[in-house]
């Protein structure tokens, strides 16, 4: 681990040229170019405002943890509850989503040049932490605007936002790898990153679930993060530290397998490919 961190951080700066470049290119000829990053979120948000709020208004009637309480907090309530929860979702959907490619689609790099396997993870992470950076700092304006800052729990959003990283990059990871030797791989994670969408309290409120449904979140370790992201931003309080344990638990084994994969199996990638 530490020699891999060591080559990492030799590696600095073709992570950083490589975050930058595929930024450029990935609005190059577009005319609204960076906008785009902001325009994609806003219109899902704008989507699901409008079809749920109406349907969810007798639903999220102060808690989120509690029945029948969101709407008392104010007129922006559930759209900062929506928010808060398709940020969280949208960074780590867009780091798992590309890191099972990242292997395939780098596969004339992997051939030609040498470097840590390593680097191409953290450059998928950049890239997607970038956009959000974007799209955050607008919400954040959002949240000054209507007077809804909920101020200094605001810093508690940091050790959520690295949790989620690397729960979403020891995912990619391990479905990158696999996805080099199975390619059907690739093609499940698609289909099952939508259900884990609905899967999981961001359109809704898990009070509305019933027991036995809302005691089975407790193995969606995004339930827990999206709810600490709603927690923050919504109600102005701590997460449910508790609740996040198991998240970080599987964070923690899904790197570690990741890492472990890559390893053994990182020198077969190039003959695969």
């Keep these: 681990m530490s020699a891999m961190l060591r080559a990492l951080w030799h590696s600095r700066g073709f992570v950083r040229s490589s975050v930058r470049r595929e930024f450029e290119a990935r609005y190059r000829n577009t005319m609204l170019g960076a906008a785009w990053s902001v325009l994609h979120p806003l219109a899902m948000i704008l989507v699901y405002t409008v079809i749920f709020s ?3 208004h007798g639903k999220l009637a102060g808690d989120s943890r509690d029945p029948g309480t969101l709407g008392e907090l104010g007129r922006y309530s ?6 808060a929860g398709i940020l969280c979702w949208g960074l780590f959907a867009e780091i798992v989503t590309r890191a099972q490619n990242m292997f395939i689609e780098n596969a004339n790099l992997l051939k030609k040049a040498s470097f840590p396997r390593i680097c191409l993870p953290v450059i998928v992470a950049g890239n997607a ?11 954040t304006v959002f949240l000054l605007g209507c007077g809804r800052f909920p101020g200094p729990v605001f810093a508690l959003l940091l050790p959520l936002l690295l949790l989620e990283v690397a729960l979403a990059l020891g ?20 289909i099952f990153i939508q259900f884990w969408f609905w899967l999981t309290p961001i359109v809704y409120p898990a009070a509305i679930l019933p027991p036995a449904l809302r005691a089975l979140l407790v193995f969606n370790p995004m339930a827990a993060v999206t709810g600490g992201f ?7 309080r701590a997460p449910d530290w508790a609740s996040l344990l198991p998240a970080a638990l599987c964070a923690l084994a899904l790197g570690a397998l990741g890492l472990r994969l890559l390893r053994r199996r990182g020198g077969d990638m190039g003959d695969e490919l």
């Design 54 to 56: 109406q349907v969810m």
């Design 78 to 83: 559930y759209s900062i509850y929506l928010c």
């Design 129 to 139: 932490l970038l956009n959000f950076a974007i799209i955050f700092g607008l919400f």
């Design 171 to 190: 995912l990619g990871l391990v479905l990158g790898v696999l996805n080099v030797f199975f390619r059907d791989v690739g093609q499940f994670c698609q």
């Design 230 to 236: 709603q927690d923050v931003l919504l109600h102005g």
